[in-house]
Each structure stands twice: as structure tokens, then as C-alpha cells.
């Protein structure tokens, strides 16, 4: 008899304001498409909202799936020239988060819903094809 640890699901972040209409649909979308038809769980969601500092990790690496440091950021804050400056705009400027990122963590991908969630419906369903 062999024993095999239970698999754990994987990761999608949400960084979220819940004060914004689009972070509380992307949200609601990624609940939604959580569980498979049979009720199996397909990935775990970790909502982290503005009262959550995103780790100086979590950053860099969510700034490498989206190729700089921009599409984190409103479109009208100054770009940061490193993680802590980044890090430090988040904590004095929490609207500088003004639209929702997920990231799919096991997969390296990041989708950031600006004026729609296309990006992260797109996200989503690769993750729903992926067997990671």
C-alpha cells in the first residue's frame, strides 16, 4: 500500500479594492468559475485587498508576468523605478491600485482587468485546460 499526499489546488491571486465596480466582478468571476460542474474544486482563490501590502515578492514577480512595472499601477501614478518604490506607492496611494490583477501563480501568468475582464476570462480558461 503506497500513501500519496492530497494534491493541493492551485493558487489565483486577486489583488482587489473593493471599492471599484470591476474588482467586485472579477471577483465574483473568479468564485464562479471555481468549482467544475461535478463540484470539484479547480483552483483556490486568495484575495488580497487594499488593506494587504502585496509581499515585495509578489511584485517582482507579478511585474515579470506582466513584463515591467506599469500595468500594476493606476495609469496616472508614477512608475516605479524598483520593488520598494513600488511597494511604498501601495502603501501611501492604495488608489493607485484602481483596477483588479489576478495571478495565476503555478501557471506564471497575470491578467489585469482595465476596462473589461477579457484578459482575465482569458486567464481563466486556460487554467480551467491546464492539469497543474
Given at each position: 500500500m503506497s500513501f500519496r499526499p492530497p494534491k493541493t489546488l492551485p493558487i489565483l491571486s486577486i489583488f482587489h479594492n473593493a471599492q471599484l465596480?470591476?474588482?467586485r466582478q472579477a471577483l465574483s468571476l473568479l468564485?464562479?468559475?471555481?468549482?467544475?460542474?461535478?463540484?470539484?474544486?479547480?483552483?483556490r482563490v486568495d484575495i488580497i485587498g487594499t488593506d494587504t501590502l502585496p509581499?515585495?515578492?509578489q511584485l517582482h514577480q507579478?511585474?515579470?508576468y506582466l513584463h515591467g512595472w506599469q500595468p500594476l499601477l493606476a495609469k496616472t501614478a508614477t512608475s516605479p523605478s524598483?520593488?520598494?518604490?513600488?511597494?511604498?506607492?501601495l502603501l501611501n496611494e492604495p488608489?493607485?491600485?484602481?483596477?483588479?490583477?489576478?495571478?495565476?501563480?503555478s501557471n506564471g501568468k497575470?491578467?489585469?482587468?482595465?476596462?473589461?475582464?477579457?484578459?482575465?476570462?482569458?486567464?481563466?480558461q486556460q487554467r480551467l485546460k491546464s492539469k497543474k
Open positions: 465596480p470591476l474588482s468564485q464562479s468559475r471555481q468549482q467544475r460542474p461535478s463540484g470539484e474544486d479547480v483552483y509581499t515585495k515578492d507579478m511585474a515579470s524598483n520593488i520598494q518604490d513600488a511597494q511604498d506607492l488608489t493607485a491600485l484602481n483596477r483588479p490583477i489576478v495571478v495565476d501563480w497575470a491578467a489585469v482587468g482595465d476596462s473589461s475582464l477579457d484578459t482575465i476570462e482569458t486567464l481563466l
